[in-house]
């Protein structure tokens, strides 16, 4: 195992593990944040993914936008109606669930909710997504 796959593991755990389990007497670490990040007015953990995240531009259909194979769709996107345009998307790496989806019309994002919510929340990132399909790649080469 090189030092970059070693540090890479050692993130996955914190972001991924760590930060979403409850220690006893504590409580979950991204939990405890949000409740308290406020009071030292720093932004809502949600707020600073969208900081954060990754921009793409994705054409918009009646299915939605797809990110990363996925589709994410929300009434607010058919209320955006000119399918087939161009919408810029933002993506949290550590939250599949959903991506931001700019809204013209009202010059703000919009939290628009992946399709297939039973894979996105059992999958959580980005990262995760990105090994599970170069495992089926490499399985389906080796039938």
């Not at 593990?17 to 670490?29: E, L």
């Not at 809502?44 to 009646?62: D, G, H, I, M, N």
């Not at 929300?74 to 959903?98: F, Q, T, W």
Request: proline fraction near 3%; charge should be negative.
């Amino acid at each position: 195992m090189s030092f970059d796959e070693l540090e890479e593991l050692i993130y996955v755990y914190i972001v991924d593990v760590y930060q979403r389990t409850a220690i006893p007497g504590i409580g979950v670490p991204n939990e405890l944040w949000d409740q308290h990040a406020a009071s030292f007015g720093i932004r809502p953990s949600e707020e600073v993914s969208q900081l954060f995240a990754k921009t793409a531009t994705r054409k918009l259909t009646e299915k939605g936008v797809k990110v990363l194979g996925l589709y994410y769709h929300c009434p607010e996107l058919a209320d955006m109606s000119n399918y087939s345009k161009e919408v810029i998307v933002r993506g949290d790496v550590n939250d599949l669930n959903s991506v931001y989806v700019f809204n013209s019309a009202t010059n703000k994002y919009s939290v628009v909710p992946a399709v297939d919510q039973k894979y996105t929340s059992h999958i959580e990132t980005w990262w995760r997504h990105d090994l599970v399909q170069k495992d089926m790649k490499k399985q389906l080469k080796a039938i």
